[in-house]
DNA sequence: TTGAAAGCGCTAACAG
DNA sequence: CTGTTAGCGCTTTCAA
């Protein structure tokens, strides 16, 4: 004869120490393992009576679900994924930011890469994201290798590239035109009065469509220099730009050109060293030297003079790729997978 | 009669368009799917040819590991959470660039959470690390709540408490001693023969402590100034700090009295700011007035005058706090639980 | 509304 | 060295 089974049919004793599942709250709470989930993930499709039970057991005994499991079960991670090319002193900040804030507050969580600015690491990371499995991934700036398209496409995860434009993105995007700003800086600067127009500015990709497109236009404005773009002078340093940066690159464009008039930095903390250079060299700013930045970071209206720059609207570029993230992910339809934030010259004394 | 059984059992045909499994990898390279698992993290548990065939199988279909699925199996995730107040203009970047690319190397990723100044999404943000099971946690300064600590301890989580010093960690910390700061400042200024110090500083915790002992300091070795810490002003702002605080900060203390002669700043950016101001007010520095900083950013070097400020070196308490995680996660037993990067007094043009 | 069964994709543990 | 078995802790699916 059987020994018959007892009614508690001996759960794998939960051991003291072990941290506890949905078994021990649902044996605890006399109901379901199905139930707890149902309580926690979807509190109105249960029963008031069962989700008090669950609720005062999970607050006894301090349950917190575990989230791999769930992700692997629902394929659903509530985890998003974001690339920079380095954190550290970046225009960037802001977005990371907003995205970190505007998750958070619908419980999905930033996991954070860095792919350097020669993208060295980049495969490695990629790898690190896709396996595990994010509900997005959010780009800085356009995916440019061809692989590294190709393995996001096949993962299948929602991306959103931002920071740029594209005709071809890979999924969603969110961004601005470089070319448009080069365009818009060179008219502003020229239409100023200044001659002897310059740039100071990163050595990546981005920042050179910016500067093609703003001495094509500089020179389109100013017949007598010719239609050489070396009419424009260039400096360019290596990423990630710093203060000490702006302040050598005013030097050596000074070197070349003692004449000129205006710098156009590629961020706020490089025009904020050419302030501080001319400042040194007894140049008067904007008399003798107009500066224009690229961010407009928290500092920039706080400097002597203010400074004048393009602002770009992190927050706005944040918030969005993580609402087109979240909408994805929850199955809601999305519209525009293309959205254009644009940018706005914010004129102060620096100009 | 049973339908033999066949000799490939039915495997749940992998649908094109699935992401491939494990045991797709196994079926296509001849293997078992452990042997796949093996060849994949310890590729020196497995023969050459195994390996060679699955690593041909693994490029030619383009498998990704799920790590959500490994991990609830092998109860590492390889993530590793940190936790900073803000991340916008923060002196805890260069921390958290060093962890995330130490953590890289190693094959972990960063999960970054912000908990705001005024703890307001601390716990929403403890539940979210926590149900995700990271190998370990960093914490940008010490965990004050009660709740929060239990809540931490209880979940067997390696915790790294960073950027301060306690009797009672958690668990781990890398930190350096805020009180020390303040005394070794103000004996530094009065040593230079400031009489009229004062400070500018965020309205947290750790300045506060910094500057209470700053100004016990400048009593003890100022005995003319009396018993009473109101004789060395204190300009108090919200966190975080920026370069316009610093700018009202300054304005601020020179109504209060005119004869300040040094000011202490809780950041680089504020101290930045505190130079602008006494630039636009025609205050010489060092002459006038000496200013010090905290936290030797990237730009601080390249002020004019270059900014005497206290060097932290986030970059080593980013790599220790890696390193101690991992080798808590791979078992390696941890020597010293609390590890002091002390800090250094930069002196430059500034004093 | 609630519950039971059956995995999600991987790896620990043990056998061969 | 290689394979088999049995889950990890949750949720999907279906039946009650």
Redesign the interface.
């Known amino acids: 004869m059987e020994k018959p089974v007892s009614k508690d049919p001996a759960p794998r004793k939960s051991r003291k120490g072990a ?1 506890p599942t949905v078994r021990d709250v649902a044996r605890l709470a006399g109901v379901a393992p199905m139930s707890v989930s149902r309580a926690l993930n979807n509190p109105d499709s249960v029963s008031p009576d069962i989700l008090q039970r669950v609720r005062e057991v999970v607050d006894q005994i ?1 349950y ?6 769930g ?2 079960a629902s394929k659903k ?1 509530r ?1 998003v994924a974001a690339v920079v090319p ?4 970046s225009v960037f ?2 977005m ?2 907003a995205l ?2 505007a998750l ?1 507050a619908r ?1 999905y ?6 792919a350097g600015y020669e993208n060295s ?1 980049e495969d ?2 990629l ?7 994010p509900d997005g991934v959010v780009l800085t700036g356009i995916m440019r290798s061809e692989q590294g398209r190709r ?1 996001l496409l ?3 995860i929602p991306v959103v590239e931002t920071w740029d434009l594209t005709d071809s993105p890979i999924d969603m995007l969110v961004g601005f035109s470089h070319e448009k700003i080069g365009k818009a800086v060179a008219e502003y600067l020229v239409r100023r009065g200044r001659r002897k127009i310059a740039t100071i500015s990163a050595n990546d990709e981005r920042a050179v469509r910016r500067n093609r497109q703003f001495a094509d236009a500089v020179l389109a404005l100013r017949p007598e220099l010719g239609m050489d773009r070396a009419a424009v002078p260039t400096c360019i340093v290596p990423a990630p730009t ?3 940066s702006g ?1 050598t690159g005013l030097r050596e464009l000074l070197a070349h050109d003692p004449a000129i008039d205006a710098v156009f930095c590629s961020s706020d ?1 490089m025009a ?2 050419v302030l ?1 250079e001319a ?2 060299l007894g140049i008067e700013v904007p008399r003798q030297l107009a500066v224009v930045g690229l961010g407009d ?3 920039s ?4 003079p203010p400074l004048t720059t393009v602002r770009i609207d992190g927050t706005a570029i944040g918030t969005t790729a993580a609402q087109l993230i979240i909408d994805r992910a929850e199955g809601k339809p999305v519209e525009e997978l293309v959205r254009d934030v644009g940018f706005i010259i914010v004129e102060r004394g620096s100009t």
Chains 1, 2 share one sequence.
Do not use: K
């Not at 917190?64 to 499991?69: C, G």
């Not at 380095?86 to 002193?89: E, Q, R, V």
């Not at 969580?109 to 860095?114: C, D, H, S």
């Open positions: 941290t301090g917190v679900p575990n989230l791999l499991a992700g692997l991670s985890m380095t954190i550290s002193g900040l802001e990371v930011q970190t804030d958070a419980g969580q930033l996991m954070l890469g860095q690491r490695a990371l790898e690190a994201i896709i396996g595990r499995r393995r096949a993962s299948g710093t203060l000490g302040r903390m904020q060293g501080l400042l040194a970071q928290a500092f209206r706080d400097l002597l």
